[in-house]
């Protein structure tokens, strides 16, 4: 599914972009004045509540796959699952649009003996539970707060309104796909025609069977829902909170470089997180790299400037560095973990299965050759009863 040189490629690229962003921010801001922010008020109290936070929500963030796959299969082990829904934090991160995380979840969740039809239905109803999540989360954060959002970053606020509509529209989407033959069936036709273009299919070749089946399991999907909508309502209850606990770690993480955001302003602070994402989710790039800087750094400003920071920009610029370590980079290596952790686990269970099954051959070996041998020793048996007659 993902061979080694493939991963490699991926921390490859990831780091190029970091680099990247380095050079950026140097030619930005003042990286002498960004160390000396750190350098000049750091406290580690504070980066290991952030580090608790972040590992808090990773822990969050997977039970909903893990409910989900043990309804059906209540006898693979809580670990597996564990490290194949961590798995997900390595790929999306690596991937452009975070899409490579599902793909290699549905092949780990098939070594498992998961049949394919159940990983995908259940995939997608833990997508379809973030995706809501999410807008729940944003939607809220948009209503409480827009108008001085868009009195503050006025140029800044039709980015945002982008954002917000593709992730409003993706949900709307995911929906009609699961409740509507007729809009899956149009969606198909569409598809269809689109890609009998020449350019395009020159392109991207004919996607119709993979749209397709994409819609029949998403309708799938829906269906399995209905049956036990209690336990997808805690499965969303569950994303909502893991964007709730991610959401905070800005707050925390201008503590650690002595410039906090005072507590009237947590809720703030909360919703320019959100914002900050919400505006980025067209940029291709894994992480939305590039982008995502950028709005936080569009957006926190005001809020760093009101809170009495001596220099908002520097400031700024040190929060983003340590939330974007902390919720992306940091992020991106324990997902690894997981998967290195599952895949050596995965190896030693397919070399221990091949040697049963070696033990076993060999022993039905011995065993014909035994049931040969007593035949044989039979045979003379009968010999010599003859030759005694």
């Known amino acids: 599914m993902y061979s080694k040189k493939k991963i490699i490629k991926y921390l490859i690229l990831i780091l190029a972009i970091l680099i990247l962003l380095v050079v950026l921010l140097t030619q930005i801001g003042d990286i002498k004045k960004i160390v000396n922010v750190f350098a000049s008020g750091f406290n580690a109290w504070w980066l290991v509540a952030c580090f608790g936070l972040i590992l808090?929500?990773?822990?969050?963030?997977?039970?909903?796959?893990?409910?989900?796959?043990?309804?059906?299969?209540?006898?693979?082990?809580?670990?597996?699952l564990y490290f194949i829904s961590g798995?997900?934090?390595?790929?999306n991160a690596v991937t452009p649009f975070a899409s490579g995380g599902q793909p290699f979840q549905a092949y780990a969740l098939?070594?498992?003996?998961?049949?394919?039809?159940?990983?995908?239905?259940?995939?997608?109803?833990?997508?379809?539970?973030?995706?809501?999540?999410?807008?729940?989360?944003?939607?809220?954060?948009?209503?409480?707060?827009?108008?001085?959002l868009h009195s503050e970053i006025d140029n800044f606020i039709i980015l945002f309104i982008v954002g917000f509509s593709i992730n409003f529209l993706i949900m709307i989407l995911l929906l009609l796909l699961g409740t509507s033959k007729t809009f899956g069936k149009a969606l198909i036709k569409l598809i269809s025609l689109i890609?009998?273009?020449?350019?395009?299919?020159?392109?991207?070749g004919d996607k119709t069977d993979s749209i397709t089946q994409y819609v029949n399991d998403m309708q799938t999907a829906f269906k399995n829902m209905k049956k036990d909508m209690l336990t997808w309502f805690l499965c969303?209850?569950?994303?909502?909170?893991?964007?709730?606990?991610?959401?905070?770690?800005p707050f925390?993480?201008?503590?650690?470089?002595?410039?906090?955001?005072?507590?009237?302003?947590?809720?703030?602070?909360?919703?320019?997180?959100s914002f900050s994402l919400t505006t980025t989710i067209w940029v291709p790039l894994p992480g939305a790299s590039g982008g995502v800087e950028l709005a936080f750094l569009v957006l926190f400003k005001k809020l760093i400037t009101d809170s009495?920071?001596?220099?908002?920009?520097?400031?700024?610029?040190?929060?983003?560095?340590l939330w974007r370590f902390l919720t992306y980079y940091f992020v991106l290596i324990y997902g690894l973990i997981d998967y290195i952790i599952f895949d050596t686990t995965m190896t030693k269970e397919l070399k221990l299965l091949q040697a049963n099954d070696k033990n076993n051959q060999v022993n039905s070996e011995n065993t014909d050759e035994i049931s040969e041998e007593i035949d044989n020793n039979s045979l003379n048996e009968d010999n010599k009863s003859d030759i005694i007659k």
């Open 236 to 249: 969303l209850f569950i994303k909502v909170l893991a964007n709730v606990i991610y959401y905070c770690i």
């Open 110 to 148: 098939k070594q498992k003996n998961v049949s394919l039809a159940d990983s995908t239905s259940d995939l997608l109803l833990n997508f379809l539970a973030y995706q809501v999540a999410l807008n729940i989360v944003s939607g809220v954060c948009a209503i409480v707060f827009f108008n001085r």
């Open 308 to 321: 009495g920071a001596s220099d908002p920009d520097s400031v700024a610029q040190s929060g983003m560095l």
């Open 87 to 91: 798995s997900e934090f390595f790929f």
């Open 56 to 80: 808090l929500y990773c822990f969050v963030y997977k039970l909903p796959l893990i409910i989900l796959v043990k309804r059906h299969y209540k006898n693979l082990k809580f670990k597996d």
């Open 195 to 204: 890609c009998k273009i020449k350019p395009i299919k020159k392109l991207v």
């Open 252 to 273: 925390l993480g201008f503590y650690v470089i002595n410039n906090g955001i005072s507590t009237k302003e947590f809720f703030y602070c909360f919703a320019l997180t």
